[in-house]
């Protein structure tokens, strides 16, 4: 009888340690398993690729003088860098909660463009003694200097600014002139200006806008006159032009 009840008790003991050791391996397997895979709520591993949460992860740091957060990554390997943020097409990789300067971060393209989209800059200068046509003549208008040209990288505009200096050389009467500039691809013109070189000399600044399409666009300085009792001739002349991928604001739309 006591020999049976030593039994029992061995074997009931034996059952025991087995379901305690099997509960304590289950136990290990899935509780590595889960921190293997960095689940919510779980470890998050260092070298893993597979850390997962469905939850934010957040870090609250009070640290004075220096960051609460750091990520360094010294390899000099080719393409090497300290953090790699990914999202879903259109969505920000990132936000922030402070418009302060942020010391040596570079951007690459600004409204998603990339710095040579943004602005293009040309000039001309001129010297030559052109005889200005008369009223009525034909042609009507003679382009002085030479074309400045300037390369669209997209569609967008350009603005050009201008300056034409005109001597008079025997004109006696109706000795006033006018300055355009034109766009030479699409033969547009800027509204005239002009002056009266009756004492000497006259002067016309320019100012204009235009749309243009990608690629090289030109423009040139067009001067017209009224005398027909003299020379007026272009002394002096200046064309910048600067390029800019956005439109106009306001009242003045292009």
Sequence with gaps: ???SVARKVLWVGRATVFVMGLALMLALVFGMASTAFGATGGNFILGSLNNTATAITKLTGTVGGGPA???SNPSTATGSTALDLQVATGKAPMKVNSTTKVTNLNSDQVDSKSANALSRVAVMNTNNSTVIPPFGSDPPQVTYGQPLSITAPAAGFV???GNVTV???GCTSDC???AFVRHINTNAFSVFAGDDALNGFGNAGLDAVFPVSAGV???DIRLSGNSSSGDLRGRSGVLTAEYTPYGSTGTGTL
């Design 69 to 71: 957060l750091q990520v």
């Design 167 to 169: 001597v008079n050389e």
């Design 217 to 219: 666009n030109t423009f």
């Design 1 to 3: 009888m006591v020999r």
């Design 159 to 161: 603005r050009v600014n």
């Design 176 to 178: 006033t002139f006018h």
